[in-house]
């Protein structure tokens, strides 16, 4: 049996220091795949905006986490596991340009992104199973849903019974500087931004 590999993971001591990311896939009544990318504050256990799509490359990843550093500030660690997307060129320039250290956990330990396997685990028993879904958009709109619920509705034992909305809310999260000024236009990445 392999030994696993070293890992040492920041800890998160406040909000906003330490996000992990990683997908989930579920599939379509047409057996059409859908993949969701989740991004997790691990010391609240708030669930940031997931983004929902057929296929997701890394600079789909990029984009949809450049967006939530822009609205929430940058971690100053990032968890992942080491699939493509993450290791891609430009997944990774978003990271040096904001200054996130990268935290990639060993192949094949996926324990070591615990909590976002646990997140995983929650929303595939919740929703993903327990619901049909016909289209993109309304997978789009009942993980959005889920993810209110998820944040707002449901008190953790970890964190003192709190939501992770009350508990993400109650300290100013404390992420990684930034560069000096405004953003460019498009963006840090240089590219066009999605819409809203």
């Not at 057929?54 to 080491?82: I, K, M, N």
Request: proline share 9%; glycine share 8%.
């Amino acid at each position: 049996m392999k030994r696993p590999v070293a890992f040492m993971p920041a800890e998160a001591q406040a909000p906003g220091q330490v996000w992990a990311v990683d997908f989930i896939e579920d599939k379509l009544v047409s057996g059409r795949r859908l993949r969701i990318l989740n991004v997790l504050d691990l010391c609240s256990r708030y669930a940031l905006d997931s983004l929902v799509e057929h296929s997701l490359t890394g600079e789909l990843a990029a984009r949809h986490l450049e967006r939530l550093f822009l609205s929430h500030g940058a971690p100053r660690v990032l968890r992942r596991d080491q699939g493509p997307e993450f290791e891609s060129r430009v997944f990774q320039k978003l990271l040096r340009t904001w200054r996130v250290q990268d935290e990639p956990v060993p192949k094949g330990q996926p324990f070591d992104n615990g909590h976002v396997e646990s997140f995983h685990g929650s929303l595939r028993d919740e929703l993903l199973d327990a619901e049909l879904f016909h289209s993109l958009g309304e997978a789009q709109t009942k993980v959005a849903r889920w993810l209110q619920w998820y944040n707002g509705e449901r008190p953790h034992q970890s964190l003192g019974y709190r939501t992770p909305r009350e508990f993400w809310e109650a300290a100013a999260p404390q992420g990684a500087p930034v560069n000096d000024g405004p953003p460019p236009p498009e963006g840090q990445l240089g590219m066009p931004s999605h819409a809203e």
